[in-house]
């Protein structure tokens, strides 16, 4: 039996969480940890990591940037791995992470999602084989997400560059004033509205044509999904910054 603390229980994620939860035989919440309560949950809740007293294999973190370091400290001291679904993180915060990573096994991801985590392996063959072609990415979500671009844009960003023998620069958006297009730009672009979960964009623009590769998320389930097989990951390996690409592998 795997035994999950869920931090930022209270979120709409949280709730994801715990309806897939009730899915899985293998899975047991044993803590969900918040600030404020919600009202009706099926597991022990605590205002703090530090009160929870079942005993957590895995911590799965969908709250905020804020709570990073209480939780890591947590994690570290009670030797528990982490699965980071948040996103937002600072040049600090990152390297907060990858300092807690050298005591302890941590997954971090832009997106839990196992599609998501495909889709950027197929975006570095593609702009390996596409060089010379530019690149835009469009995201779009609902209108509370606080973060843009969002996680998972600057993933696929990343694995656009990692296919690339020149890097391409971010360039967020363009104005009137932003003149033509450079040919080491790799153009993100952020729409927010509705209640959209979320939908992910990439495009090469070449002579003639143009290749499009596109990802929707149609339920918040697929991100709990994606957690907890990343949780199944993480248990017994050693300490190391992990990602989803390794979970696929």
Do not use: W
Not at 26 to 33: A, L
Request: proline share 4%; charged share 25%.
């Amino acid at each position: 039996m795997l035994n999950i603390v869920i931090n930022g229980v209270s979120g709409k994620m949280g709730a994801a969480l715990l309806e897939t939860a009730r899915e899985l035989p293998d899975v047991r919440i044993v803590g969900g940890v918040d600030a404020v309560k919600k009202e009706g949950l099926p597991c022990p809740f605590y205002t703090e990591l530090e009160k929870v007293t079942g005993k957590a294999d895995c911590i799965i973190d969908f709250s905020r940037p804020a709570a990073l370091p209480s939780m890591l400290n947590y994690a570290v001291r009670n030797n528990v791995p982490v699965v980071l679904c948040t996103t937002g993180y600072d040049a600090a915060q990152l390297q907060e992470i990858e300092t807690a990573a050298k005591k302890i096994p941590i997954l971090k991801s832009g997106n839990m999602s196992l599609g998501v985590n495909v889709v950027c392996e197929l975006i570095k063959k593609a702009a390996a084989a596409l060089s010379g072609f530019d690149i835009e990415i469009t995201e779009t979500h609902h209108n509370q997400k606080q973060d843009a671009p969002s996680g998972t844009a600057l993933m696929m960003a990343d694995a656009a560059n990692a296919g690339l023998k020149d890097k391409k620069k971010l360039v967020y958006g363009r104005s009137p004033e932003s003149g033509k297009r450079g040919a080491d730009e790799l153009g993100m672009h952020s729409l927010r509205g509705g209640t959209v979960v979320g939908e992910h964009e990439i495009s090469f623009f070449g002579p003639d044509e143009v290749v499009t590769v596109k990802h929707s998320a149609f339920s918040r389930k697929i991100f709990a999904a994606g957690a907890f097989h990343a949780a199944r990951f993480l248990i017994g390996k050693k300490a190391g910054l992990y990602g989803m690409g390794d979970v696929i592998k």
